[in-house]
Nanobody, 112 residues
């Protein structure tokens, strides 16, 4: 089963930046739409944004103007660039394609 492995999380102060990576555990025969989600303690998992196989991106309102999603087609790696981070961005971030399983996510903590 395809797994997308998240990395790049960490502790950052409000206003700081992080870039999350999402890499497949095996070679891909095609490009997939990849969604970024996040889940904060006590909250439901929510969609952050998505990037299609053609590179078309969509961001939820919580991420617009601050986050960008991109992909490296050669490496099949998807990125979530997070700028102007706020404490409310604190969550475990996941990436998932329709054909992938859920991974462990990567923790993002925004705190002073």
């Amino acid at each position: 089963q395809l797994q997308l492995v998240e990395s790049g999380g960490g502790l950052v102060q409000p206003g700081g930046s992080l870039r999350l990576s999402c890499a497949p555990n095996r070679r891909l025969s095609s490009l997939y739409t990849v969604n970024w989600y996040r889940q904060a303690p006590g909250n439901q998992r929510e969609l952050v944004g998505t990037i299609s196989g053609a590179g078309v991106t969509y961001l939820e309102d919580c991420a617009k103007g601050r986050f960008t999603i991109s992909r490296d087609n050669g490496e099949n790696t998807v990125y979530l660039q997070m700028n102007w981070l706020k404490p409310e961005d604190t969550a475990v971030y996941y990436c998932k394609a329709a054909v992938s399983s859920w991974g462990q996510g990567t923790q993002v903590t925004v705190s002073s």
